[in-house]
């Protein structure tokens, strides 16, 4: 079993940056396939990233494209999400999940995901 801690959220202003964090404990973290994905209100829960267990990222969503990156620290049980330019619409509670896959798969639906953090909010200002 798998405890996830998401942090690195706030209030930023569009352009800005921010990096979010996602923490792992229990079971070895390296035996998981991360992924971010993020919640605005009044909108369905929406993928954006999936890293490989060894560090092979996903397309991203096209909302995303160009201007969030994924990566992972297996020494530090830490999986990353860049997010550069930001946008207002970008505004969301942004969650981690884990899934226990194979070596080198992705996963993109939150079907496939067994484990998930609390979420932290970022907020863009226009």
């Known amino acids: 079993q798998a405890q996830l801690v998401e942090s690195g959220g706030g209030l930023v202003q569009a352009g800005g940056s921010l990096r979010l964090s996602c923490v792992a404990s229990?079971?070895?973290?390296?035996?998981?396939?991360m992924g971010w994905f993020r919640q605005a209100p009044g909108k369905e829960r929406e993928f954006v990233l999936s890293?490989?267990?060894?560090?092979?990222?996903?397309l991203p969503t096209d909302s995303v494209k160009g201007r969030f990156t994924i990566s992972r620290d297996n020494m530090k049980n830490t999986v990353y999400l860049q997010m550069n330019s930001l946008k207002p619409e970008d505004t969301a509670v942004y969650y981690c999940?884990?899934?226990?896959?194979?070596?080198?798969?992705?996963?993109?639906?939150?079907?496939?995901?067994?484990?998930w953090g609390r979420g932290t909010q970022v907020t863009v200002s226009s």
């Open positions: 229990g079971r070895a973290f390296s035996t998981y396939t």
């Open positions: 999940a884990a899934a226990p896959r194979p070596f080198d798969a992705i996963a993109i639906l939150a079907s496939e995901y067994e484990y």
């Open positions: 890293i490989s267990r060894n560090g092979r990222s996903s």
